[in-house]
C-alpha cells in the first residue's frame, strides 16, 4: 500500500517539472567581448537591458553580471558584487561611439544606445 501511495505521491512532482519552462539561452544583443587574460576580441557576449540605466551581460561560459550605466558621468558600476569596472572609456579612435570597460579579467565593447535610451541619462 505504501508503495502505490508513494507512486502517486510523484505524480504532480514530475508533471510540474515537466511543465517547467527550459532556460535557454539568454535574450539580448551580441557585443563584443574578450573573456580571459589573453582572450581576443569576438562577438560571444550577450547585452541584456533591464531596469532603466541597468543591463546584463552574459558571458559565453554561461556566467553573467549586472550593471549599472550612467551616461551623463559615463560611468558603469557593478550591481553585485564588490569589485570594481576599470579603463571605462568610448571608443572615439573610429567614431563609433563604442564603450569599452574591463570587469575582472573580461573587457566588453558595445553601443550603449540600447541601454542609454531606457531612461537614465
Known amino acids: 500500500m505504501s508503495m502505490r501511495i508513494s507512486k502517486f505521491a510523484l505524480a504532480p512532482v514530475l ?4 511543465c517547467a519552462p527550459e532556460s535557454g539561452a539568454p535574450e539580448g544583443i551580441a557585443i563584443q567581448c574578450a573573456v580571459g587574460e589573453d582572450a581576443g576580441w569576438d562577438q ?3 547585452l541584456e537591458p533591464s531596469a532603466p540605466g541597468e543591463f546584463t551581460i552574459h558571458n559565453p561560459d554561461d556566467s553573467f553580471q549586472r550593471f549599472r550605466y550612467e551616461a551623463a558621468r559615463i560611468t558603469i558600476t557593478p550591481i553585485d558584487g564588490a569589485d570594481e569596472v576599470s ?3 568610448i571608443n572615439m579612435s573610429d ?3 563604442l564603450i569599452e570597460f574591463t570587469f575582472r579579467n573580461m573587457r566588453y565593447r558595445f553601443d550603449p544606445t540600447p ?3 531606457s531612461g537614465n541619462e
Open 115 to 117: 541601454i542609454a535610451s
Open 95 to 97: 567614431n563609433d561611439g
Open 44 to 46: 560571444t557576449c550577450i
Open 15 to 18: 508533471l510540474l517539472a515537466a
Open 87 to 89: 579603463n571605462v572609456r
